[in-house]
């Protein structure tokens, strides 16, 4: 019990500090574009109501749950097939770095050509986005497959999809999991800009229209509510994580124990 409240001592202590920091720097602020916390909460309830959400932040969780997934299913398909074979590593490899080396909000504009100014638009900026973290980070972790553990598995005939289930991917398992939290956070980043692009809902669009009225206390609270998605997803990802990789955390936790 003890160490259960230790834990979230530390994890609530810096947010903290910070809203502390924040309110007593701002409390006397009559900067039209720096009002103070205190304004900004109390405006919060009166934006923020259940047919907002419902009408800009469950699209745009919509929109981040498919770019994110289409990344992840494109990523760690390519990036085994690519880790897996010398070969096939070596001819995309050049490819791969060019394309990497092209930041994702450039590519707006011309994603809009071809897929016009819908989700589909904003679905493929997230994914172009959140597929470099996921397939480099595959592409490494299937590399770094333990050759001895490897050749123990065709030894006792496990070959095929088996092969690949329980001791290519298992052992990439951190390496794909790491470039997946990269990604996340990248993903949310490109689903505010892309909302901010011909849009007529979503978060980036709301903070974009209240920003253009000078409505600068809400804008502020749709920072404020993008900051909440992010900690809550961040969440929702480590519970995810300590699940399928509970092998993996265990073994560290023995490791340390020893």
């Known amino acids: 019990m003890r160490l259960a409240l230790l ?5 609530v ?17 009559t900067d039209v574009y720096w009002p103070p916390l205190r304004t900004i909460l109390t405006t919060f309830p009166d934006v923020w109501t259940g047919e907002r959400l419902r009408a800009d932040v469950v699209p745009s969780l919509l929109r981040l749950l498919a770019g994110y997934t289409a990344a992840a299913v494109v990523g ?12 096939v590593r070596a001819v995309c490899e050049p490819v791969l770095e060019f394309l990497r080396a092209v930041p994702p909000p450039v590519l707006v504009p011309v994603i809009t050509l071809f897929a016009g100014i819908g989700d589909t638009m904003k679905i493929a900026v997230i994914a172009s986005g959140c597929v470099w973290p996921i397939l480099l ?13 490897a050749e123990t598995a065709r030894s006792y005939g496990i070959t095929g999809v088996a092969r690949l289930r329980e001791v290519v991917l298992c052992s ?6 790491a470039g997946l939290r990269q990604a996340l956070s990248v993903g949310i980043i490109l689903m505010v800009i892309s909302e ?6 979503g978060l980036g669009y709301t903070i974009v229209q209240f920003q253009r009225r000078f409505a600068v206390p809400e804008m502020w609270t749709g920072i404020l509510v993008l900051g909440l998605l992010g900690f809550a997803l961040s969440v929702v990802f480590r519970v995810v994580e300590r699940r399928v990789l509970a092998w993996y955390h265990g073994l560290r936790a023995s490791s340390r124990r020893s």
């Open 172 to 177: 990439a398992g951190p390496q794909i999991f």
């Open 137 to 149: 980070n595959t592409v490494e972790g299937v590399r770094a497959v333990d050759p001895v553990m």
């Open 76 to 87: 760690v398909a390519l990036g085994t097939v690519i880790g897996s074979y010398r070969r």
């Open 7 to 11: 834990r979230l001592l530390f994890v």
């Open 13 to 29: 202590a810096l947010p903290l500090v910070l809203v502390t920091v924040w309110w007593l720097a701002s409390d006397d602020s």
């Open 196 to 201: 901010m692009f011909a849009a007529s809902n």
